[in-house]
Each structure stands twice: as structure tokens, then as C-alpha cells.
């Protein structure tokens, strides 16, 4: 004994199937705009673009590319911390 007729199974599954990929195609096309890089990651691709050479003319390049401005405040802020937790 046949619940739904033929027809009508096909149909339900042609339904569920359009629907399924109308889902992933509208999250395909939906993604999120991507992010401008941080400061931290802008920082951090620098680091990991440094030269691996161990010239001395490779090393010098490097260390004026290195930004150490504001490291002094930076260990202002470590210190800050630790005192608070004494």
C-alpha cells in the first residue's frame, strides 16, 4: 500500500533539493566584507618579513624597519598590571 503517490515523493524531493542549494548559494554569495588589517597584524606581517640573513648590511635593514616607539609605554603598561595584581 502506497502512502503518496509517486509523483508527489518526487516532487517533495525536487522541493527539499531546490531548497537545500538556494541555502548554500545564498551563503555562499552572503560572506562578510573582509576586515582592513589591524595594527597588531600589520605589525606582525613585518616581523615575519624580516630578512633571515645573517649579513650585516640584512641585520642593520632590519633594525631600522623595526618600530620600537612605543615600547616604553608598553612596559609602562606591563608594570601598571603586575603592581595591580601585588
Known amino acids: 500500500m502506497e502512502i503518496l503517490p509517486k509523483k508527489y515523493t518526487i516532487l517533495f524531493v525536487a522541493t527539499v533539493l531546490s531548497v537545500l542549494i538556494g ?3 545564498y551563503s555562499l554569495w552572503a560572506k562578510p566584507n573582509p576586515q582592513p588589517p589591524t595594527q597588531y597584524e600589520q605589525e606582525l ?3 615575519q618579513t624580516q630578512s633571515t640573513s645573517d649579513e650585516t648590511a640584512a ?3 632590519d633594525l631600522q624597519d623595526t618600530d620600537l616607539t612605543a ?3 608598553e ?3 606591563i608594570e ?3 603592581n ?3
Do not use: G
Open 75 to 77: 612596559l609602562q603598561d
Open 23 to 25: 541555502i548554500m548559494a
Open 80 to 82: 601598571a598590571e603586575l
Open 71 to 73: 615600547l616604553d609605554k
Open 45 to 47: 606581517s613585518q616581523i
Open 84 to 86: 595591580q595584581a601585588d
Open 59 to 61: 641585520i642593520e635593514t
